[in-house]
């Protein structure tokens, strides 16, 4: 009897050892299972800040090139494009309206059967949510429906589309060549949207005078329509090309303040 005793002692005492040696080892498990992922979570933040960096350095050059410089650096390395796109899309993200949706749903509420031209198109999101045929421009292309050009020289014809839009797409120095282009592709009472960063036109801190640039628009042969101040992050320009073409003349454009993010 006492030798049964001390044998059931002896199993207890070795499944004791043997719990105790399972829940030794299974911190140590489930530390190195947790490493990974600290790891993975700092890799992820140090991609975001290059990602960051990356995106503020190609946006000054977009802003500092003219449309064919740019179109001839994304053309090097179209790689470029999308991780401009992918930090254009993280920016957006904060704020808390999108102006394509304001165009989009301008364009819902007239006939589908308006032409237009998106100039600066991204991912062409314009496109892709109304039942007009719209022409997608931009720099480089990874969509067949969208067409890579410099924005101031586009495969379009004369007095072929009914809507011209600039969303956000005013970078280049160079930027009165593409208004003067939508103005060529535009048919007579054709609209001319331009949505940018309100920033850019506060003169206070060096942006242009929205008047001045209004009246620079005319010149070039369009009617102001609507100047809608009303977002807090950017402004929407609505103007109609002139049935009748203006005497040609030298045109005052102000300069555009180039849209600069800060890093966070």
């Known amino acids: 009897m006492k030798e049964k005793t001390n044998r059931k002692r002896k199993r207890a005492n070795h499944s004791k050892s043997q719990n105790q040696f399972n829940s030794e080892a299974e911190p140590t ?11 993975s979570s700092f890799l992820e933040k140090m991609r975001a800040r290059l990602s960051g960096g990356h995106f503020r350095m190609l946006n000054e ?5 003219t449309g064919d410089e740019a179109l001839n650096y994304f053309k090097d390395d179209p790689s470029l494009f999308d991780m401009y796109h992918a930090g254009y899309q993280e920016q957006m993200s904060h704020w808390p309206e999108q102006p394509v949706n304001i ?17 600066g198109c991204g991912d062409a999101r ?12 931009d720099l480089v292309s990874s ?14 014809d004369a007095s072929s589309v009914d809507v011209a839009v600039f969303c956000l797409s005013l970078m280049g120095t160079n930027f009165p060549r593409y208004l003067q282009e939508a103005h060529r592709v535009l048919k007579p009472s054709g609209w001319l949207l331009i ?3 309100k920033s850019r036109f506060d003169p206070s801190t060096g942006g242009a005078d929205a008047n001045e640039f209004s009246k620079a628009v005319t010149d070039l042969g369009f009617a102001s329509m609507l100047k809608d101040f009303s977002n807090k992050m950017f402004i929407l320009l609505y103007f109609q090309k002139k049935k009748q073409g203006s005497k040609k003349k030298e045109i005052e454009w102000p300069e555009l303040k180039p849209c600069l993010y800060k890093r966070r």
């Open 29 to 39: 498990n489930s530390a190195s299972s947790k490493r990974p992922k600290s790891s």
């Open 61 to 65: 050059k977009l802003y500092t090139c």
């Open 103 to 119: 165009i989009i749903n301008w364009l819902k509420n007239r006939n589908s059967s308006l032409v237009v031209a998106d100039f």
């Open 126 to 137: 314009l496109a892709k949510n109304v039942k007009n045929k719209v022409y997608s421009f």
């Open 143 to 156: 969509d067949p429906s969208v067409i890579a050009c410099d924005m101031s020289k586009t495969p379009l």
């Open 195 to 197: 949505a940018e960063v």
